[in-house]
């Protein structure tokens, strides 16, 4: 198989083109790797390693020198530092909500104000996270005057 490498100045002009003489099954599993890099995280969950995809991340929250995501069912460990999912994820729907916590905007429900001036972010399933003070504003223009390419 025969690989071409052309670089373009725009991320939005990424591609990756598959010419074949037939759809096999490997094409297609290449086809679904291909449009999943850059989707998922990888996560270590009850001593096993798995590729998470972004939409089953409510959020993460570094404690104590580690990061950790948490999804619907399960918290799994991440490599690396919150600020470099920030950096990486912030145009995919995820916001810095706290010092420790990047919150994962589609599975916001509800935000609510708390004692102390801080907020509470209820999200889908019920589980709550505490908004600090320092970030309401940035997650207020993101949710009600950004658009929603700017996350």
């Known amino acids: 198989m025969k690989t ?6 725009d991320n939005a002009d990424e591609q990756v083109t598959i010419a074949c003489v037939e ?20 996560a270590m969950i009850d001593g096993k390693t798995l590729s998470v995809p972004l939409d089953d991340i ?11 995501v948490y999804l619907s069912d399960a918290v799994g460990e991440v490599k690396g530092r919150l600020y470099e999912y920030e950096d990486r994820l912030g145009q995919k729907g995820f916001a810095r909500i706290s010092k420790s916590v990047l919150l994962h905007l589609t599975k916001l429900q509800t935000i609510r104000p708390t004692l102390g001036r801080k907020f509470m972010a209820e999200l889908s399933g019920g589980e709550c996270v505490v ?19 700017e996350f």
């Open 131 to 149: 908004i600090s003070r320092q970030y309401i504003k940035p997650l207020r223009e993101i949710l009600l005057g950004g658009n929603i390419n």
């Open 58 to 68: 409510l959020y993460f929250e570094a404690l104590d020198e580690k990061v950790f």
């Open 23 to 42: 759809v096999t099954q490997e094409i297609r599993n290449l086809q679904a790797y291909a449009e999943s890099v850059g989707n998922c995280v990888t």
């Open 4 to 9: 071409v490498l052309q670089p373009v100045s």
